[in-house]
């Protein structure tokens, strides 16, 4: 039986956070921490047992690696540096026995998102987007019946008719992998959707796919993030230095998805506003016994989506490169969720 493995998160999720390794380190020595990280080989950092499929049974085993180079030095270093230590990280899982890598929100954010590695491994490897958007989403139309706020999404077909959203959706970051995979899913659901970034060129090539994706109402841009306040849900799927989302960008009783770790939502938004309704994206119960550990924080029985679809696949045998690339694509986001369901993996509480 082949194993899968995955790339584990290289610190708490923030850009310039400190390296998984040295979560204590003093920003004095963050030089001193990204010098190690560049000596340090790739190692293997856990065992991760008892992945076990609720429909049929078989249970599976994997590996988490750790790449040691800090999110910084991920997505900064020239390309070919990263690729070569993700390959180093990758034969180690080979040597193991893995049949399929997880990539993960950093190792694929770098160049081509995965295809490079994938030719120079010889062995699959995906970037688990599809299964994070899917359940980004999810949660957030989860959110969006246990809040009970009076506005909705469109749910396909009730009593053979489809509904219409009455929902203004945000997405937060949508030029992004997450970010547009997101709002290309909610496009269809929601009455009006506003994608919002940092810079207008990538936001207009970001709507002109949102609109084909079957938008129903009408895909507004804006660089501001002060213009979510116009939102009912908010999806935020950016990158975070520092949480953008503040207590006064918020609309009255919005509902908000954070797909961002360790957020992207201010925690003064918790302490000053009660009415928001607050709920984090991206995180599944994997089914059987199973504690991810990595230090990452992640609770025992859980994993991030990028983690589980690497799970999802080598349950069905499909040791194949899923999700490869920057763009995430509608059907695969479809597929993966329904494997996901089918062998026991759920939304985390
Ligand atoms: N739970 C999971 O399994 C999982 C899987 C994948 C990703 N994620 C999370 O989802 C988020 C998006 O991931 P992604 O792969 O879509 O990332 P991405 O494509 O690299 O970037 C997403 C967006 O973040 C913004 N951004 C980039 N650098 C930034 C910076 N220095 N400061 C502020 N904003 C910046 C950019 O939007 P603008 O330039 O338009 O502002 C970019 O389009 C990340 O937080 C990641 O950790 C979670």
Known sequence: MKHFAFIAPPGDGR?????GYLALVRPALAPLARLIGRLW?????????GVHSRMTGREIEGWGVR??????QMLRLPPQVVYDRI?????????QGAGLLGLGPFASGVGDGGVTIAQRLNMPVSTGNSLAVASAVAALEHAVELAGRGVTVAKGQAGGRPTRGTATAAVVGASGSIGLGCAEMLAPLVQELMLVGRREIDLSRARALVEAAGAV???????RIDDIQEADLVLSAGRATQP???????????IVCDVVPPGDVSPTVRRERPDVFLTAGGVVTVPGQVDIGLGSGIPAGQAY???????????EGRYESY???QRVHRERVREIAQLALKHGFRLAP
Request: glycine share 6%; hydrophobic share 45%.
């Open 15 to 19: 850009i310039d956070g400190p390296p």
């Open 41 to 49: 080989p790739p190692h293997l950092l856990s065992h991760i047992e």
């Open 67 to 72: 790449c040691p180079l800090s999110a910084r």
């Open 87 to 95: 390959v180093w990280a990758g034969r180690l899982a080979q040597r």
């Open 217 to 223: 109402g009408k895909v507004r841009i804006s660089t």
């Open 244 to 254: 953008r989302i503040l207590p006064d960008h918020l609309k009255r009783n919005a």
């Open 305 to 315: 989506a990028y983690m589980a679809e690497v799970m999802v696949l080598a349950l």
């Open 323 to 325: 999700s490869l690339g």
